[in-house]
């Protein structure tokens, strides 16, 4: 019985050590899948799940008319997209989905990414869905919420950096309120980039 015991603890410990770290080498990867998308940039060109394969990509929940947390997260993407400029870390994208699509027009998001920098080679600022489009494909995708109320005109929604891999599927999400995880955001990308 003692022996039956022990082979359980094994096995469980055993379990919970490979768990803590995904199949990619990144802890407690997801691996949840990004179904396909074309949705409208802020070139007005139509842009693409198929355009992000064989990269590395961060994505978030943003709109452009944001009281509050919107302007730190975007601050914290551009920094983000900044720093991995300076390590020379090349082929990553990032993709801020417009939670409030009836007013982030592609011009409007064009002007809100340039006040913060963006580098539109690799940054995609999307729109070009219903508002309802959008908070399904938020749920489903990225297990979040985005939610306009009726007469308001602030949306609801998470304020997450996902992290998604070259295969298209979401690895890990981090803080997009703060700096702390840059540091973390970077490993994990590079560890991503060498598979």
């Given at each position: 019985?003692?022996?039956?015991?022990?082979?359980?603890?094994?096995?469980?410990?055993?379990?919970?050590?490979?768990?803590?770290?995904?199949?990619?080498?990144?802890?407690?990867?997801?691996?949840?899948?990004?179904?396909?998308?074309?949705?409208?940039?802020?070139?007005?060109?139509?842009?693409?799940?198929?355009?992000?394969?064989?990269?590395?990509?961060?994505?978030?929940?943003?709109?452009?008319?944001?009281?509050?947390?919107?302007?730190?997260?975007?601050?914290?993407?551009?920094?983000?997209?900044?720093?991995?400029n300076?390590?020379?870390?090349?082929?990553v994208?990032?993709?801020?989905?417009?939670?409030?699509?009836?007013?982030?027009?592609?011009?409007?998001?064009?002007?809100?990414?340039?006040?913060?920098n963006?580098?539109?080679s690799?940054?995609?600022?999307?729109?070009?869905?219903?508002?309802?489009?959008?908070?399904?494909?938020?749920?489903?995708?990225?297990?979040?919420?985005?939610?306009?109320?009726?007469?308001?005109?602030?949306?609801?929604?998470?304020?997450?950096?996902?992290?998604?891999?070259?295969?298209?599927?979401?690895?890990?999400?981090?803080?997009?309120?703060n700096?702390?995880?840059?540091?973390?955001?970077?490993?994990?990308?590079?560890?991503?980039?060498?598979?």
């Open positions: 019985m003692k022996k039956l015991q022990l082979l359980l603890a094994v096995v469980l410990v055993a379990g919970l050590v490979l768990s803590g770290c995904g199949s990619n080498g990144v802890p407690d990867a997801k691996n949840w899948d990004v179904e396909s998308f074309t949705f409208t940039d802020q070139e007005e060109k139509p842009f693409s799940k198929s355009d992000l394969d064989g990269r590395v990509w961060v994505a978030d929940f943003i709109f452009t008319s944001c009281e509050d947390v919107c302007l730190p997260m975007t601050s914290n993407m551009a920094q983000l997209q900044q720093q991995l300076d390590e020379g870390i090349k082929d994208e990032f993709v801020s989905f417009s939670v409030d699509p009836e007013v982030d027009s592609p011009q409007v998001l064009k002007e809100f990414g340039a006040s913060f963006a580098d539109f690799n940054w995609h600022f999307l729109t070009g869905y219903s508002q309802n489009e959008i908070e399904e494909f938020a749920m489903d995708n990225f297990k979040t919420i985005v939610q306009k109320p009726e007469a308001e005109d602030q949306v609801i929604h998470g304020t997450d950096f996902y992290l998604i891999d070259k295969e298209g599927k979401i690895i890990r999400y981090y803080t997009g309120l700096k702390d995880p840059f540091e973390e955001i970077i490993k994990h990308i590079k560890i991503l980039q060498n598979q």
